[in-house]
């Protein structure tokens, strides 16, 4: 229930979501812009990853008249706002701060680069956040009602598969396991276990029930899940990508910026180690956090998306670093820093973004213009969504998964003509994996000679405004393989 304390951040996250709402952004994420397709054709609503977040915005896309399926998801994201507001200073209230002090912790999560940019794009990490910290804030006061911190588990892990691991903090910070399993957890658990079930039985996926769940840890992908990431490289991405979640940081300050985030969180853990109160809420958001970073490392540390998470253990041990200070250190002065922030991710964030979509959406105009109506069109994965998105009714193939199945004998080559951007076939000749390879013999059609004739291929032909290649029916020959190979190196250097 809401209490009357809870006004003021309640309208402050009105105020935000309207302010983020008319400075929407302009360009979406491959990923969020492969949900609004889903949600706008209504095929593949319910992604395992995360089971909720395509059915709620099918729902509001529907309530909402079928208009365009990316301000629905907006919409879905900027309630959530208003909840993640209302909920952190719940959880600011129990780990101590008062009702003023409460609302501006909570104000600081809110003016994070992370939430700003989470707000308007359609990801599922901020209603994932939102829950977690309802989770947070509920599990506090679970000897008396159970049932909140059971739902609000639910939901963040509905919301985003990886919050299972919320369990391990609670349990390490748990004085009474037994009872909290029995009456939180276990609960919690066959609750999404059944809703995974009756999902996957009613909505007709092909896959066995397992292998639909793993999806992603079974997957091919060489980046997804890896202890080689457990080295400078990989702490160097952590760090900066935490870093970012809450001010916009560039590429170029990797190093600085994560040696600033690694001194400041040793720092920070010192602190709250060696403080001698509220040890049981210091337990439970440092190992929040050590579980988080370490299963984020290993996972994929060059990708931001996760780090939104782990804002929640972040602020909160910030918080209770704060309390420690004399009266003067915990002051309203602290409201100062935070305007600034907001001023500055608005600023430097929210306004950049709700006035250029990046350059991926004209990449993808082009090609559509350039390629013939009937070319297959082999692109990346940011332009394969621009182009699904904007309603491209030809194959349009993410290069690395086709180079994948046709290595792997899983489907037929693509028929000419085929079109491929011209980003991608750099990249392609860039990396020049036997993947790569295979693909690019593949898309070009190549024989190899036999000694009496000489090697035939598709001669790549310059799309108009040198955004891609074309391979048409048409064949010529070629000295042998690397022959071809520099004749496609010249094609690309001809292109932007």
Known sequence: MLRRDDIPILLLGLLLAGVLFVLRSAGQTPDGLSYAIAVRDGVDVCHPHHLLHGPVTRLIHLATGRGDPLVAGVLHNLVFLVVLGVAAKRLAQGLGAGAAGATLAAAVLLATRGVVFYATHVETYLPALAALTGFAAAWRGRAERPGPAAAW???????????????????????????????????????????????????????GLFAWLTGYVRADVPAWGSFGHFGPAGLRDLGLNQLRMVLPVPASLAGPAALAFFAGLALLAAVNLRAPTRRADRRFHLVFLAVYLLFFLWWIPADPDFFLATLLPLGALGLLAVGDLPPWGRGRWWAIPAGVLLAGNLAFVAVPMHRDPGPTRAVARALAAAAPADAVLVVGYGVQQELLYAGRRTPVYEGDELGWNLAQGRIEPPAPPVAIGADYAGLLLSRASDTDAHLLRTLTGFVPGDGNERATWRRPQTLPGNVGLLFGAARDSVADWPAAVSALRAAVRGTP
């Not at 029995?182 to 999902?199: K, S």
């Open 153 to 207: 588990l639910v939901l963040a892990v509905l919301y985003h598969q990886t919050n299972v691991l919320a369990v391990v903090p609670a349990l390490a910070a748990s004085s009474r396991r037994r009872a909290d399993l029995r009456a939180v957890l276990v609960p919690a658990g066959l609750v999404v276990w059944a809703t995974y079930v009756a999902v996957w039985g009613f909505t007709g996926v092909r896959e």
